[in-house]
Structures are given as structure tokens and as C-alpha cells.
């Protein structure tokens, strides 16, 4: 069974320099205007810092459940759902599920008075701490994150029949993130530079599992209004989601 893990090990061993995802924030306010590009051997540092802080900080395992509340399209969506996957845990979208874990950029929210552990996310790229006061016990991402390590290697292994994504009450298990409803074959050639804009993190996270499948790299660009036909040109944009 191909995990998201090693399809992104994969492609790493493949081409570590090549660019994974570039981010454009265009959405008004404190991070209009940035332009973050992460390679493959990056993401997989962030993916690896993210899943042992959830493993080795907050005790998450398989069968744990972790809830993304982020913004999309948003390059920390993406590193932080490939961590809960690595951990072999289940993702979930659907705030009424009740969870393990919630990783948010709201830690003050009802949804995170409901969850056992709290990760407070701060968007800013350059962040070194949350801006503003967090009750004790909330994880501190800008802040406390750069203590894990670089590598990972997880305590157990998912199965095929574990979940792995639940949205909308739909429940997609590890066996079926490749073929399956989240990540059905649109055709990309291997190698594409994907423009995604959506705004549900459902919709990047089957993006992002497509371009893992096909060794792509995601263009994420937030709070865009009509795309920018010379920074797509730029950017070599070969496929428009």
C-alpha cells in the first residue's frame, strides 16, 4: 500500500530540489502580498517537524484523530494533513467528529474547547511565535515546532481499512487515498504545475494527494480574484484546477 508518506519520500529520493509548492497570499490583511516556494526536500523537513511534534508532543498515533481547521488553499493545509497521514492517524475536516487533536489558526474557538490537545497555527511565514495570549496547554507552532527533529519514523504503520480522511461524513481509508473518491485520477501528465484557488481543504487535499500520485507541484494561490495571466506564465502553470 503507497502511503502518502512514502509517495512524498519518493520524490524526494527522485528530485529533492525540484519546487512542490509555491504560495501566493493575495487575501487582505498581514500576509498579503507573500510568495513562500517550498521544495520537495522542505516539505518533507515540515512534514517530518509537524508529525513528530504530533507524535513525540501530543501522543498521536493510529487511530488518533486529528481535525484541520485552516485556510485553503494554504501551503500549511498541506503540510500538516501529509503529517497526520505519516503519523498514520485519521484526518478529518468535519468539526462535529470530536477529535484527538485539533490543529487550527482559532485556539479561543468553541471547536477547540471540544478537542483534547490544541496546535495553534500562525500563517505568517516568518512568525516566531502566536500573536496573542494562548491558555496553557495550547502547542505554540511558530514557537515550539523548530524543536523537533528533521526525520521521522513512525511508532506503527496504518492499514489499508484504517481511516484516514473523513469529510462530510464520508470516510476514506488509506487503501482508497489513491484511486479513491479523494484522490480520483484527473488525467494529469506526470510533472504538471497545478494552479489550485479553491477554497475548501477538501478540494486541496485531493489536489495535493494527485500531486504526489503524479510527481506535480501545486501553484496555491489564496484570495485571488481573476488569475494574474503573467505570474501563472511566470510560474509555468501547465494545468488550471
Known amino acids: 500500500m503507497l502511503t ?13 530540489t525540484r519546487p512542490a509548492i509555491t504560495f501566493y497570499d493575495d487575501t487582505p490583511g498581514p500576509t498579503q502580498g507573500e510568495r513562500i516556494e517550498i521544495s520537495r526536500r ?3 523537513n515540515w512534514v517530518a517537524k509537524a508529525a513528530n511534534a504530533l507524535q513525540e508532543g501530543l501522543d498521536v498515533q493510529r487511530g488518533s484523530v486529528v481535525l484541520l481547521d485552516l485556510p485553503s488553499p494554504h501551503w500549511r493545509t498541506c503540510y500538516w494533513a ?19 487533536v485539533l490543529v487550527t489558526t482559532d485556539p479561543d474557538s468553541g471547536t477547540a474547547e471540544d478537542a483534547d490537545e490544541v496546535v495553534a497555527v500562525t ?51 488509506y487503501g482508497e487515498l489513491f484511486g479513491g473518491p479523494a484522490s480520483d485520477d484527473p488525467g494529469w501528465p506526470a510533472g504538471s504545475r497545478v494552479l489550485v484557488t479553491s477554497d475548501t481543504a477538501y478540494d486541496l487535499i485531493r489536489h495535493l494527494l494527485r500531486a504526489l500520485a503524479t510527481g506535480s507541484s501545486l501553484v496555491l494561490v489564496r484570495g485571488s480574484g481573476p488569475a494574474d495571466e503573467d505570474r501563472l506564465a511566470s510560474e509555468g502553470v501547465t494545468l488550471r484546477t
Not at 6 to 14: E, I, N, Y
Not at 133 to 158: H, I, N, Q, Y
Open 123 to 173: 500563517l505568517a511565514a516568518l512568525a516566531r511565535e502566536y500573536a496573542g495570549d494562548l491558555r496553557s496547554g495550547v502547542m505554540d507552532e511558530a514557537k515550539e515546532m523548530s524543536s523537533f527533529g528533521d526525520g521521522f519514523t513512525p511508532w506503527d504503520e496504518p492499514e489499508e481499512d484504517d481511516d484516514a480522511l473523513v469529510h462530510d461524513g464520508d470516510r476514506t481509508t
Open 42 to 44: 522542505v516539505l518533507d
Open 82 to 100: 501529509l503529517a497526520v497521514w505519516a503519523v498514520g492517524a485519521t484526518l478529518t475536516l468535519d468539526a462535529h467528529e470530536g477529535a484527538d
Open 4 to 16: 502518502p508518506h512514502q509517495a512524498l519520500t519518493d520524490l524526494v529520493h527522485d528530485d529533492a
